[in-house]
Nanobody, 126 residues
Framework: AVQLMESGGGSVQAGGSLKLSCRVS????????LAWFRQSPGKEREGVAHILIGRGTTTYADSVKGRFTISLDKPKATMYLQMNNVESDDTANYYCAAGHSYAGYCRPESSDYANWGQGTQVAVSS
């Protein structure tokens, strides 16, 4: 099993930056996907960014492309989400997750991810 623990959430002004971290422990493998999801009250959980452990291939939701960057530091077993030029719509609880890839592709479907962190809250003020 994979254990995940997020950190780095907090309050930030619109246009500012924030960096989330996710410590990954347990058994991982090259075709596993790591991902960041977010959920705000009254909305469905949304896949924000995904990375394939082996190749480092990344995918992003259209809403964050050009603003957010997902990365993985393998020696530190830590995944990051660099959030730049944040907007009020980025306010949510952010979760890191681990799951399966399909044909070398990480899908933004929460059902593909079996392991989840407890979440960290991000609040963007205007």
């Amino acid at each position: 099993a994979v254990q995940l623990m997020e950190s780095g959430g907090g309050s930030v002004q619109a246009g500012g930056s924030l960096k989330l971290s996710c410590r990954v422990s347990g058994s991982t493998y090259s075709w596993m996907c790591l991902a960041w999801f977010r959920q705000s009250p009254g909305k469905e959980r949304e896949g924000v960014a995904h990375i394939l452990i082996g190749r480092g291939t990344t995918t992003y939701a259209d809403s964050v492309k050009g603003r957010f960057t997902i990365s993985l530091d393998k020696p530190k077993a830590t995944m990051y989400l660099q959030m730049n030029n944040v907007e009020s719509d980025d306010t949510a609880n952010y979760y890191c997750a681990a799951g399966h890839s399909y044909a070398g592709y990480c899908r933004p479907e929460s059902s593909d991810y079996a392991n989840w962190g407890q979440g960290t809250q991000v609040a963007v003020s205007s």
